[in-house]
């Protein structure tokens, strides 16, 4: 959680397209999940290849309150870039300044958003020109075949020191008030033309460069070392980059929501390559580095350090006897080196479990699949139709690779629902139709601690959408739902997001689209609802239904 000094705090997988900068091509990946620990997500990366801009976004102010600061940054953000209005520079301040008033204004204007605020890393690529936009404690790394460096400097009194190199980076993850911030996004009105507000950082971005965009979710679980060695490891694929980040940091506690964004120009993979060498492995012996270098320094992964260590060992060397045996030693050394450094750092990433009907693939049901999957894994569904139901207790996410064409569907002969997810970890389902063709209670039941429903489709003789547990959180994203009486009713102490999404009753039934309990959080955003009457929101007073329905679009019956 993170929180001001003075005074809390979304899972989908986004690659984008590829953008053509100075004619060569750029790729990027970007990864969020919430982590091990937290119940919900505020955490937001931000990808706009078409215009070369990359983000974090990390939420402040706990409940719903995080996270509509953090959606409020992204879309104000993203509409301040979308205008080529003035330099690079002054478009990411001003972006950012205004991003803050306008989450300022709205915290003002609602009791449960008091304090509400995030902090931003933000990027534009532009040619040969990398210019960033900071606030707060999220990051940008440059990576290049030389290692890896931190552009940016944390506003908290543990990144200062960090930075400073008053306190090694194992200390500074560990510190008690690592999460306090002295510099925000939102908590105070600041004029746009504050010039000690936004921290600008212009940099060239070379043809063989890399960024790394993070929140602190996952500085603050690896260290330097390990996530260069990550990058490296997966360069060329930004993808298998991001997925390996994030479950890096989930196994090794994953106690903060966890976001990244990574993007390489074309010749990053190439020169690494190129650039490794196995004696790498000894050079902070040879070299004298200090194992942990102060955070603004350049931190080189292993496999791709060189450079000091090669001289040092050149000016031991007086002739070819000592050559030929300090070869031998060397080498030996550098072998143990090796072995201890990969058993040290290796982490296991996720997999990608394939299901496919009609044995093209190696698992033919989702059920199937999903019993072989470990926490973090992937189940990629290739497009079909599966008539099964299916549950999840492993906190697995589970992806159409195509969206919209896998439809789980359900033939009404057990009461049970099409999908049930459970389990101690978060869950993420992606691209699924889900599908009734007899009358059934329930759709989706959610009771993991958080599951997120991105461009689903649930549909069919389904009288409830979703079910959700006492204490457990769901966001709905993007998604197309037409079911006969409601969409979910939230217990106390759980949360409902639903966000850009076509929301539909068909049938004669009178029930609200949402029903609340006295203790239940809803966020409403962006929403289309058809056929519901004009009491969408049941179990609040009519100010509070009026409020969470500002935004949203009230259509009438279809019947």
Known sequence: MRSPVSSGWRVYTTVADVRTVAGAALRAAARTHPGRVRANNEDLPLVDASRGVFG????IGGKAGGEVAAATARDVILQRLARPVGTDAERVREAIAIANNEIYKRAAGAAEFAGMGCVVTLAIVAGDRLTIGHVGDTRLYKVRAEGMRKLTRDHSPVGELEDAGELPEPDAMRHPRRHEVFRDV?????????RDFVDVIEETIEPDAAILLCSDGLSDMLPSTTIAHLIAQHAGAPERVVEALVAAANDAGGRDNISVVYAEMPLFAECLRLTAAPLTTITDALSGEPPDAAPDAITRPRSIRRGRAA??????????????????????????ALTAYVAATQVRGPRTLVVAAGGQAPFATIGDAVAAARTGD????????????????????????????????????????????GGGFNVRVSG?????????????????PTVTLEMIEITGAIRQAIELSAGSTVTVRGSRIAVERSIVAVPDESHATLVDSVLTRVGPGGDAAVSLNPTAHLVLRGNAFVGFGTDIVDGVTAARRLELLAGNLVAGSIR
């Open 311 to 336: 001289r040092a060992f050149g000016a031991i060397v007086g002739s070819r006897a000592t050559w030929f045996a300090g070869g031998i030693v060397i080498g030996v050394v550098g072998a143990l």
């Open 378 to 421: 992937v189940v990629r569904i290739e497009p079909g139709i599966y008539r099964e139901q299916v549950a999840i207790a492993e906190g697995i996410d589970l992806v159409a690779r195509i969206p919209g064409t896998v439809t789980i569907a359900h033939d009404g002969m057990s009461p049970a629902p099409v999908l049930a997810i």
């Open 432 to 448: 699924i139709r889900i599908d009734a063709q007899r009358a059934l209670d329930i759709g989706v039941r959610v009771g993991a």
């Open 186 to 194: 939102g908590t105070i009105y600041r004029d746009k033309d504050e």
């Open 56 to 59: 974090v976004i990390d939420g």
